[in-house]
Each structure stands twice: as C-alpha cells, then as structure tokens.
C-alpha cells in the first residue's frame, strides 16, 4: 500500500470513530431533502439520477476495484443510473484497450448492465434506447421478484464472471429481502450488492408516513435480516465512513 492510500485508510478509520459525524450528516442530508428533494437534482450523460453525488463516485471506485463484466439493477426509472453504471463499463473497455494497444470498437465487449423496473415509462424507455451506452443496456420490465423476471435476470446472466448488483426499486423491507435473495447468490467473490434507500431506517417516521416503508420496513431492516443466515457477505463498513453522505448506509454489502 502506498503512502497516501495509508493516509486514506487512516482518515477512515478516524472519520469511523467520529461517530457524532454520522447524525450531522444525517440532519444535513434531512435537511437538503426535505428543501429541495436533493436527491432528483442531478444527472449523468444527460438522463436524470435519483442518487446522491457521493454515492456516483462511491459507484465509480466500486466499478474500477471489482472491473465487472456485468452489473445488475433494480429501479430504473429515468435511466441515470443504468447510464452511469454503462459509462463506467465502457471506461474499463477503454482501458482494455489502451493497455492492448487496440482501436476500441465500442461494439465489441460483451460488458453489459441489466436493469429491471416495474414500470418502464415510454419517454424513458425511448431516451435509453436511444442513448450512446444504450448498446451496453438490457431492459427487463416487471416485478423484480416475480419469478419469471429472476429467471430472465439469471439467464442473461449466465456466462458472467464478475457481477456486481445494485438494488433501488420498492425499498419495503420484504421486497428488498425477496431481491437479496434472488439477486445477491449472482454477485461474484469480492464484488459488491448495493442495497440504496438504507437511510430510511435512520429517518423519522413523519418524513416516511407517505410512503409504504418506514423504520422496521426498510432496505436496512431486510440487509439486517439477509445477514442473519448469511455468511457469504459482509458490510463494508470502511464504505459508510469514508463517504459520510450516503444513503446507503449498511449497504454496501461485499461477498467474501
Ligand atoms: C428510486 S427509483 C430508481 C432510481 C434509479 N436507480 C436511479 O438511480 O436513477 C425506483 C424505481 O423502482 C421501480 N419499482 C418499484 N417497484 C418495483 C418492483 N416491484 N420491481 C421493479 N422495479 C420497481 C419504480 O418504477 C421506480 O422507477
């Protein structure tokens, strides 16, 4: 390990012990939230994304540390995230092919993202279709717990040797159990299952009441649950203090 990445480690760990930093964090992020529904407010390569910008980057160093040639996402709504997560594959096509000493054809790698969302809305299923990374793009529309869409998923998955998952649709703590159950035994060894929306656990209830989750019915609770009878996975805990904001605290799961 070189020195700065040393240095890095430290600050981890001291951001790690600090934990009056995590309820600031909290209260901030409830607070731009709230004002501005910070969450909406940005975009990647032109589609909008429902993610915080902390957790884009977070995306991008999971995707350069595991090098996946498939990644799997529930929740698709307008594309964004199907978007950055094609962009970033296409980057490690890039490199494979600068360090080949090849002339990239965008067409040729089999890298690929699979996305699944119960209602794909025909604008955005137009303006991803007709994106640049749309040819690294595989749409499913249904439930991503009906069967038959897990064993579409698995089967377009079949031959993939590093998968990575991303789950971001219905945050109730059974449907993201069910998609845990479905999706993580895809995700290969040292590769990541992103459980988003975790922070609904840490939210007050009257934020929540519109909603059909809430504390004790939320991504996190259904990470808590998976974990129980799962030793394949760990929380990467070094994740949720390096980022600080993130609203998936507790689910950046890595398989050991
Ligand atoms: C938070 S949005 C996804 C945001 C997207 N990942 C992004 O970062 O831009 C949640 C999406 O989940 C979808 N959804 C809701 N219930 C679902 C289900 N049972 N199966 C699959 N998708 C579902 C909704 O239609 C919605 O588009």
Known sequence: MDEHQQQVKENIRILGERKDLAQMSLE???????AGKYSYN??????????????????????WQVQPDLIIETGIAHGGSLILS????????????????NVLDPKSSRRKVIGVDIDIRSHNRTAIEAHAMAHKIEMFQGSSIDPDIVSKVRAAAAGYNRVLVCLDSNHTHDHVL???????????SGSYCVVYDTIIEDMPEELVSDRSWCRGN??????????????????DSDIDNKLQITVAPNGFLRRT
């Open 42 to 63: 940005f975009s990647w390569m032109g589609r909008p994304i429902i993610q915080y910008p902390q957790d884009m980057v977070m995306m991008q160093e999971l995707v």
């Open 218 to 235: 939320s991504p996190k609770s259904a990470v808590w649950k998976f974990m129980e009878h799962n030793q394949d996975f760990v929380v």
């Open 86 to 101: 094609a962009s970033l594959l296409a980057l490690l096509d890039y490199k494979d092919a600068v360090e080949q000493g």
């Open 178 to 188: 069910a998609e845990l159950e479905a999706y993580a035994p895809l995700v290969s």
């Open 28 to 34: 901030w992020m409830l607070a731009v939230g709230s």
